[in-house]
């Protein structure tokens, strides 16, 4: 995401703060474009080259869109890590793609002197009138969660040496699942609205969803919040990576708690998210039917957390 944009040119149908950028070359198909990158979130090479990928392809997903092509992006430390940690994490990231039907083209490496990075640049197609953006919240619309939460404070437990193998496991399987059959599912139950929840968190990408739809603003309900196991326990114990601390000091001003909330489950809803899923919002006629479509679909965290409100609008109530 950048802030500095040249947006003169009518074929472009995205803002700034869209997940990707949409092109529309014709009036029944546009072009998707994104990047992503980031340092490792787990030791195995192999799995983080998977989740990298899972993560670069989720913003094409979140736009509603099909992936088709996808270019490597690496910063390498030769002198650091072997080779043969390079080659495990590409090997990741290439299975991932062949699971989700993309092309691997090419792509572009530089020595970094400290800190490996590694993403993909990825282009899918749509069709302009199928396309997913962030506003369009009408009132009454349920609103779905496709993962669990609490990336962010389960990894930084890890790096802490907490973890224990079983939720090491849970977190990173999710992490590495694609948005692809949820975005699918998405624009054939007529989702209205979509993003994906990833380093700004839940409420993050929940407010750039209503301030994209001026009036609208969203009930959330604590109690039906996917999270993944023992996050409650490690938020309790003041584990909040410092990404998670920055969203609720950018965000807390828009989200209004009601009194039995706890404190640690504050924290979930601004907790910083690693390839975390769809954040959808569809007509209440048919949220059932997508839900049922979205277990089936292998999303078994998937759920209704909340729905969109008019009043009060233009911020987030946690009941
Ligand atoms: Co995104
Ligand atoms: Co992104
Ligand atoms: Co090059």
Not at 84 to 89: A, G, I, K, S, Y
Not at 111 to 120: F, T, V
Not at 168 to 188: F, I
Request: with cysteine.
């Amino acid at each position: 995401m950048s802030v500095i944009s040249t947006a003169i040119d009518p074929n472009l149908l995205t803002g700034i703060y869209d997940d990707a950028a949409v092109y529309r070359l014709k009036d029944d198909i546009a072009i998707i474009v994104t990047i992503d990158y980031f340092t490792p979130i787990v030791k195995e090479a192999y799995m983080y080259g998977q989740i990298a990928a899972a993560n670069a392809l989720s913003d094409v997903y979140a736009m509603g869109g099909r992936p088709v092509l996808a270019l490597n992006v690496v910063c390498f430390p030769i002198s650091v890590l072997g080779l043969t940690f390079l080659e495990e994490v590409l090997r990741g990231g290439a299975d991932k793609l062949v699971e989700a039907g993309v092309t691997l083209a090419g792509g572009h490496s530089v020595i970094d002197p400290q800190e490996i990075k590694y993403g993909l640049s990825v282009v899918g197609v749509v069709n302009p009138n199928d396309m997913l953006t962030k506003g369009n919240l009408k009132k009454g619309d349920k609103i779905i969660l496709t993962k669990a939460l609490g990336t962010g404070i389960v990894n930084n437990a890890l790096k802490g040496g907490l973890l224990d193998e079983e939720t090491e496991k849970e977190v990173t399987e999710s992490m590495a699942l694609l948005n692809m059959k949820a975005s699918r599912a998405a624009v054939e139950h007529g989702v209205r609205a979509c993003t994906d929840v990833t380093g700004f968190g839940l409420a993050g990408h929940l407010m750039e969803m209503i301030e994209a739809s001026p009036g609208m603003g969203a009930r959330i309900y604590s109690d039906a919040l996917p999270l993944f196991s023992r996050v409650e326990e490690f938020s309790k114990m003041g584990l909040i990576p410092p990404g998670t601390r920055r969203n609720r000091k950018f965000r807390g001003e828009n989200v209004v708690f009601k009194d039995h909330v706890p404190d640690w489950k504050k924290w979930v809803l601004f907790d910083a998210q690693t390839s975390g899923g769809l954040l959808l919002s569809v007509g209440p006629e048919g949220s059932d039917d997508l839900l049922k479509r979205l277990l089936k679909d292998g999303h078994a965290r998937a759920s209704v957390i909340g729905e969109v409100i008019e009043d009060p609008n233009g911020h987030i109530e946690v009941v």
